[in-house]
């Protein structure tokens, strides 16, 4: 399936909704939605990515990307729904320690976001 | 030569079976890999194994078009119990940063993974590599083959 991003706000967080591979073919697509979306002072991202089908180092790399960018603007970039074999190289390569979204830390990662200054755990 | 003038016949003790064999190209890279998963699947790869497999093979075609000249070759065959493949490049070749590491990159690091997840993801991984090219194999072992019912001999 060809891979496609929906994006939809949920109050201030913009969350993007992956369908089909993360590849080294559209991991740029993908970075090039989440560099607009930085630029654009949107930096508290939620990758959903329950209907991904693939993801490999290139997807990987996009994600860690994505995400020290948006810290660098003091916000964040989190995944959530990883399903089968998506969810097995994320956890293999450690990723989900890193980038899991939690509820429980959503109001951490707020305040991160409201005062870069402050010291979240996220 | 022997005397009865007929060459020695010399043949491996099996003879490999090739599965696949492809052009890489920067811009095939998903097509090959989905060709793969299918050529894999009728060898009888499945599941997670099949999964982990062509997630390992995607990275060596990744490393190819990223780091090793952008083309090259991807050959699959059955070994015995096993499938190989090797993917074969002309690039510069990879440092000595690339080779003997096993540890996983720390969590969070950009880059490094493509070797990392081949190795994690096949059974085996050999690589030769040199200013003239690499050449990476990996294999993945099959199934168990249950074997065919046969007929109670009357």
Request: charged share 20%; hydrophobic share 45%; glycine share 10%.
């Given at each position: 399936?060809?891979f496609?991003?929906?994006?939809?706000?949920?109050d201030v967080?913009?969350?993007?909704?992956l369908?089909?591979e993360?590849?080294m073919?559209?991991?740029?697509?993908f970075q090039?939605?989440?560099?607009?979306?930085?630029?654009a002072g949107?930096?508290?991202i939620l990758?959903?990515?329950?209907?991904?089908?693939?993801?490999?180092?290139?997807?990987?790399?996009?994600?860690?990307?994505?995400?020290r960018l948006s810290?660098?603007?003091?916000?964040?970039?989190r995944?959530?729904g990883a399903?089968?074999?998506?969810?097995?190289?994320?956890?293999?390569?450690?990723?989900?320690?890193?980038?899991?979204y939690?509820?429980e830390?959503?109001?951490?990662?707020?305040q991160?976001?409201?005062?870069?200054n402050?010291?979240?755990?996220? | 030569m022997?005397?009865?003038?007929?060459a020695?016949?010399?043949a491996?003790?099996?003879?490999p079976?090739?599965l696949l064999?492809e052009?890489?190209?920067?811009?095939?890279?998903?097509?090959?890999?989905?060709?793969?998963a299918?050529?894999l699947h009728?060898?009888?790869?499945?599941g997670?194994p099949l999964?982990?497999?062509?997630?390992?093979?995607?990275?060596?075609?990744?490393n190819v078009?990223?780091?090793?000249?952008?083309s090259?070759r991807?050959?699959v065959?059955?070994?015995?119990?096993a499938?190989?493949?090797?993917?074969?490049d002309r690039?510069?070749?990879?440092g000595?940063?690339?080779?003997?590491?096993?540890?996983?990159?720390?969590?969070?690091?950009?880059g490094?993974?493509g070797?990392?997840?081949?190795?994690r993801?096949?059974?085996?991984?050999?690589?030769?590599?040199?200013p003239?090219?690499?050449?990476?194999?990996?294999?993945?072992?099959?199934?168990?083959?249950?074997p065919?019912a046969?007929d109670?001999?009357?």
């Amino acid at each position: 399936m060809a891979f496609a991003i929906r994006e939809r706000r949920q109050d201030v967080v913009a969350v993007l909704a992956l369908t089909g591979e993360l590849d080294m073919a559209s991991a740029p697509v993908f970075q090039e939605h989440v560099d607009a979306l930085v630029a654009a002072g949107k930096v508290q991202i939620l990758v959903d990515v329950a209907e991904l089908s693939f993801c490999d180092s290139a997807g990987l790399n996009a994600f860690i990307r994505g995400d020290r960018l948006s810290a660098a603007e003091g916000g964040w970039l989190r995944l959530t729904g990883a399903q089968g074999h998506v969810a097995r190289v994320i956890e293999l390569s450690g990723l989900h320690e890193v980038l899991t979204y939690r509820p429980e830390d959503d109001e951490a990662l707020r305040q991160r976001a409201a005062d870069p200054n402050s010291l979240g755990s996220g | 030569m022997g005397e009865s003038g007929q060459a020695p016949r010399i043949a491996p003790l099996v003879a490999p079976s090739p599965l696949l064999t492809e052009a890489i190209d920067p811009d095939r890279v998903t097509e090959l890999r989905h060709i793969l998963a299918e050529r894999l699947h009728a060898a009888g790869l499945i599941g997670q194994p099949l999964d982990d497999f062509v997630l390992a093979v995607n990275e060596l075609l990744t490393n190819v078009v990223r780091h090793g000249g952008g083309s090259g070759r991807l050959q699959v065959w059955r070994d015995g119990p096993a499938v190989a493949c090797e993917v074969s490049d002309r690039g510069p070749g990879l440092g000595a940063e690339h080779l003997g590491r096993h540890d996983r990159p720390a969590p969070g690091t950009v880059g490094g993974w493509g070797l990392w997840l081949a190795n994690r993801l096949s059974d085996s991984m050999a690589v030769w590599t040199s200013p003239a090219g690499t050449t990476v194999r990996l294999t993945a072992t099959l199934p168990q083959q249950v074997p065919a019912a046969r007929d109670p001999i009357e």
